[in-house]
């Protein structure tokens, strides 16, 4: 990546004894760069900070009408939950209803973030299911967009309809071609794109008119279902949850692994873009609890802001030894 720029600051004591570097950006309702820090045209996998862009295909081709889904299922298919309990029962609910069962996914089994789950596992001496997978929820909007297509078993081959609905959504609503993809951590595909078209892409989402045409109509749905049920999304204590409850006004926010994130603002018609180029989470929240702030829609006195933003670093006897702050830059 060229000319990331220091976006979170690591104190300990009176020096900064970390930067992590990245690019972000904020863009408007025609998908113009409003703000930037870094370089707009850095290559980039958005991993799971563009399921919603994924999820399009699910109301566009009919099959979230014909299998009478829910705004709790729109918000899972957007999902990386942690597999609590609110999650699987759900998402197994789901392909239940449509045939299928958890030998039918294509992501994986993956250990619980959720402690409950995770105990409860340990406990019994059990082993996750693909259920448990944090993007279990996507996956079912793949399985529902085969079954109302009629594809095929491998719903993420990149062959596949879902798959070629999916790409084609992407490279519109991105406005640029992809030059290719990878298999994300859920196996399915990964869409290259630069930042400025993930910007582009949540500044188009945040300006979606409902009935305009089926994509806009679209957007505006997943973006509502999200704003909705925020616990749904991500869970309890994780960024995306956490902030979307303590936004002043509706705003939707989703995480990607490998330091991305990305935030739909409405009301502002605004959407933000952001990669940590080495991948940290913990940057990754406070950058983007950063730009919520800069954009009007977070107090930066809320808690749940200070969580993320300006928080303290404590060693193991709970002695605050520094702080996770964002640069200067991204607040004066």
């Known amino acids: 990546?060229?000319?990331?720029?220091?976006?979170?600051?690591i104190w300990r004591g009176q020096i900064i004894e970390s930067l992590h570097y990245g690019h972000a950006l904020i863009c408007d309702e025609k998908g113009e760069i409003v703000e930037c820090w870094g370089d707009p045209d850095a290559v980039?996998?958005?991993?799971s900070s563009a399921k919603m862009i994924q999820a399009l295909p699910l109301i566009e081709s009919g099959a979230a009408e014909a299998f009478h889904l829910t705004t709790e299922h729109l918000a899972l298919s957007c999902a990386s939950h942690q597999g609590a309990a609110v999650h699987t029962d759900r998402v197994s609910d789901w392909i239940t209803g449509l045939g299928y069962t958890d030998n039918d996914f294509r992501c994986g089994p993956q250990m619980p973030q959720d402690r409950a789950a995770f105990n409860e596992l340990i406990k019994t001496d059990g082993s996750p299911c693909q259920v448990h997978n944090n993007c279990s929820g996507k996956h079912a909007g793949f399985m529902t967009v085969s079954k109302h297509l009629g594809g095929g078993a491998d719903y993420i081959d990149p062959n596949h309809p879902a798959q070629q609905a999916c790409f084609a959504a992407f490279e519109e609503v991105t406005g640029e071609p992809s030059p290719g993809f990878a298999p994300d951590g859920c196996s399915a595909p990964n869409s290259i794109t630069t930042m400025r078209g993930m910007g582009r892409a949540m500044g188009w989402f945040a300006s979606a008119v409902e009935g305009k045409d089926a994509r806009h109509t679209a957007a505006v749905r997943l973006v509502q279902a999200m704003i909705e049920h925020p616990l749904l999304v991500a869970g309890e204590?994780?960024?995306?949850?956490e902030l979307m409850r303590a936004c002043s006004e509706p705003v939707a926010l989703k995480t990607g692994a490998e330091g991305y994130f990305v935030a739909i603002a409405p009301t502002r018609k605004r959407g933000i873009a952001l990669?940590?180029?080495?991948?940290?989470?913990?940057a990754?929240?406070?950058?983007?609890?950063?730009?919520?702030?800069?954009?009007?829609v977070?107090?930066?006195e809320h808690p749940s802001a200070g969580r993320f933003m300006n928080a303290p670093i404590r060693n193991r006897r709970k002695v605050e030894t520094g702080q996770i702050k964002p640069v200067d830059a991204l607040l004066s």
Request: proline share 10%; charged share 20%.
């Open 1 to 9: 990546m060229s000319t990331p720029v220091p976006l979170t600051e």
């Open 44 to 47: 980039v996998y958005p991993r």
């Open 237 to 241: 204590k994780r960024a995306c949850t």
């Open 275 to 282: 990669k940590i180029t080495d991948g940290s989470t913990r």
């Open 284 to 296: 990754a929240n406070c950058t983007i609890a950063a730009l919520l702030v800069r954009i009007g």
């Open 298 to 300: 977070l107090d930066p």
